[in-house]
């Protein structure tokens, strides 16, 4: 791996916590997608949440993958790998989830909440670097 992983932080409801991390990993993956000049046209939902596809638009979606020589590993743990000609280009690591609680709340659904920690990187993260 060429790169180094960035860290961002986040706060969210219990409920909400897992659709907000796995919505964040599908918008950075067509990011790094589109820095690559990936055209999905239409075939990217508009808030860019994957399971809103229509079969038309996921064969779509295959079809330039495909031709791009692009293969996305979903290891189905909320972590995702995106190679290009077998060359790992980018990579979304787990998400780590932190129970919080704030005691100043009555309602007891307000008063827990995560915190979750995404760690991600691409190569195209060094090139801005320079």
Same mark, same amino acid.
């Given at each position: 791996?060429?790169?180094? =992983?960035?860290?961002?932080? /986040?706060?969210?409801?219990?409920?909400?916590?897992?659709? %907000?991390?796995? =919505?964040?990993?599908?918008?950075?993956?067509?990011?790094?997608?589109? !820095?690559?000049?990936?055209?999905?046209?239409?075939?990217?939902?508009?808030?860019?949440?994957?399971?809103?596809?229509?079969? /038309? !638009?996921?064969? %779509?979606?295959?079809? #330039?993958?495909?031709?791009?020589?692009?293969? #996305?590993?979903?290891?189905?743990?909320?972590?995702?790998?995106?190679?290009?000609?077998?060359?790992?280009?980018? %990579?979304?690591?787990?998400?780590?989830?932190?129970?919080?609680?704030?005691?100043?709340?009555?309602?007891?659904?307000?008063?827990?909440?995560?915190?979750?920690?995404?760690? /991600?990187?691409?190569? /195209?993260?060094?090139?801005?670097?320079?």
């Amino acid at each position: 791996m060429n790169f180094a =992983l960035n860290k961002m932080s /986040f706060l969210v409801s219990r409920d909400e916590a897992k659709n %907000k991390a796995k =919505l964040l990993m599908y918008q950075w993956a067509y990011s790094v997608l589109s !820095q690559m000049g990936v055209d999905f046209g239409d075939s990217i939902p508009e808030d860019g949440d994957p399971d809103g596809l229509t079969k /038309f !638009q996921q064969a %779509k979606m295959r079809k #330039i993958l495909e031709t791009n020589k692009i293969f #996305i590993l979903d290891n189905q743990d909320e972590s995702l790998e995106i190679y290009v000609e077998n060359e790992l280009i980018g %990579k979304w690591d787990r998400p780590h989830y932190t129970l919080k609680f704030d005691h100043s709340k009555i309602n007891p659904k307000e008063k827990s909440y995560m915190e979750v920690d995404v760690f /991600f990187g691409s190569v /195209f993260d060094e090139e801005q670097e320079d």
